[in-house]
């Protein structure tokens, strides 16, 4: 009589990481608490999925990218998705690490609809700015109003906060030495930096019990007014034809998930939003990680735990 087959191996536990913005002793400490919250096997093998923002306002961008270009080598059996946020997008754009506009236009085919932004956000107008998208002009810019009142504090150099990332790289804000200054292997992460991750077979817990769903990853959410076909083309071409692409950094319209994917066991996870919000299947996953007093948050599926980093804060969460 042959031995009864082996149990079936759980499934791999599934990490989604909020926005980190430049704080590597935040990002140091969750990557702790999560190595300590779930069991050996379960961390050593889980799919970590970093929700985008690793740059800009905090003080330490280029040892965040140092410490998630480590991963692989760390955890090798882990395995590691790195979404494309907002920021990141605009700081790729200014170091040349975009891919082109897969139709062949140039960059600064860009620019036209966001032109009247140009003087108050005090664009780049330095070397290489002839060929750059209009989010690495902007991120390169220089706010005329420098004081920013949704937030009730000042911009730091550029309407997204970009100069903490400069002096991180040695170089002050604005200044085309940038290019320069961060390494080849930071340009090709920012380069390969995917813009949706989508994994099927995903578990997740429930008051009805464990479901499987595919899980999709987007920095801000998907669209409620752009055609959902359209929108999965522009995230997985990185189309960076695109002025600003809304499933990054858009905000009431990425809410909640589209009515074509409701009621189909769809997970959409997103950062971005610098709030905690779970809703049936849809969670947004970003405790402000980007200011001095809050943590960076993750999830963990199945369980739906929440994780978060308790030191680096200012407040010490």
Not at 8 to 18: M, N, T
Not at 112 to 133: A, S
Not at 162 to 181: I, N
Request: hydrophobic fraction near 35%.
């Amino acid at each position: 009589m042959s031995p009864p087959p082996p149990p079936p191996s759980p499934p791999r536990a599934v990490i989604c990481v909020g926005d980190v913005h430049g704080y590597i002793s935040k990002l140091e400490s969750l990557w702790a608490n999560l190595q300590s919250a779930l069991p050996p096997d379960a961390f050593a093998t889980a799919l970590v999925v970093f929700l985008g923002d690793y740059c800009d306002r905090g003080p330490s961008t280029r040892e965040v990218i140092d410490f998630l270009l480590a991963l692989p080598s760390r955890h090798p059996a882990q395995r590691h998705a790195f979404l494309c946020g907002n920021h990141d997008l605009a700081f790729a754009a200014f170091v040349g690490a975009l891919p082109p506009p897969p139709d062949g236009s140039p960059l600064s085919a860009t620019w036209g609809e966001y032109i009247q932004n140009e003087e108050n956000e005090g664009w780049y107008r330095g070397p290489g700015h002839e060929g750059m998208h209009c989010q690495g002009r902007r991120w390169g810019g220089i706010m005329k109003e420098k004081r920013n009142p949704k937030r009730g504090s000042s911009y730091m150099g550029s309407i997204y906060d970009a100069r903490p990332t400069f002096e991180s790289y040695g170089v002050a804000h604005g200044s085309p030495d940038l290019v320069k200054a961060v390494p080849e292997e930071h340009k090709r992460f920012l380069r390969d930096l995917v813009w949706i991750h989508e994994e099927e077979n995903v578990p997740i817990d429930t008051n009805e019990g464990q479901i499987i769903c595919k899980l999709i990853a987007v920095h801000a959410g998907l669209e409620r007014s752009i055609d959902l076909n359209e929108q999965f083309r522009i995230l997985r071409t990185k189309d960076t034809k695109v002025s600003k692409v809304a499933m990054l950094s858009g905000r009431q319209d990425v809410w909640n998930i589209p009515k074509d994917l409701a009621g189909k066991q769809t997970i959409v996870v997103s950062g971005h939003h610098g709030k905690l919000h779970i809703d049936g299947l849809r969670f947004v996953i970003d405790e402000g990680g980007g200011y001095a007093d809050r943590p960076i948050a993750a999830i963990v599926f199945p369980s739906k735990e929440l994780i978060r980093s308790t030191e680096g804060t200012s407040s010490q969460n």
